[in-house]
C-alpha cells in the first residue's frame, strides 16, 4: 500500500459525508497527496507542545504554495490531551491559532487500532535512529511528492527548526 492510498477523512464532516467511501457524497481523503509535500503531525490541543501549532501554521503560510502542507492528525492517545470533539478542536485550532492547514479526523497513532497512515509511518527511523511506536503529540512525518516518507522529527523538534525546514526544502515539488 502506498501512502497516497490510505483514507483518512478531514475532521468535520457533514451526516451526509459519512456514508459509503466510495460514493459520491463520501468525506474527502486528507492522506497525502501525490505531488504534494506533506508534513504530517500528530496534534493535540491541551499539550505543553501545542504552541507549535505557531510554527506549523508558518510553515503552511511560508511554503503552500510551493506544493506543500501540514497535516494535522488530531489524537487523544497521550494523557488525554485531545478531548474534544470535531468541532471543539476545530474551533479550538481556528480562533487560538488562525490554523489554514487540514485536519483529519481523531485516530489513534499506537496500539492494535492505530490508523492505517500511522502503520505507514512507525517503521520510518528519526534521525537519531528511533522507529517505532509514535512517543508523543506532535511527532512529526515529512512525505515527499512522490508517497515517500523521507523524514521523522520528534515531538519536541520545533517545526521551524533549521533540520525541519531544510528537509522541507529539499523535499518541495520542482
Known sequence: MSISDVR???LTTSPTEQGNPD????PANLAPRPGVAT???NVASRCGLTPQYEGLERLQRQYGERGFTVLGV????????EPGSSEQIAEFCSTTYGVSFPL??????NGADRHPLYTELVGVPDAQGYTGDIRWNFEK???????QVVARFAPTTTPESDDVVKAIE???PS
Do not use: R
Open 8 to 10: 483518512i477523512a478531514p
Open 23 to 26: 460514493s459520491a457524497d463520501a
Open 39 to 41: 508534513l504530517v503531525v
Open 74 to 81: 488530531p489524537c487523544n492517545q497521550f494523557a488525554g490531551q
Open 104 to 109: 483529519t479526523e481523531k485516530v489513534k497513532v
Open 141 to 147: 512525518f515529512l512525505i515527499s511528492p512522490d508517497g
Open 170 to 172: 529539499a523535499t518541495l
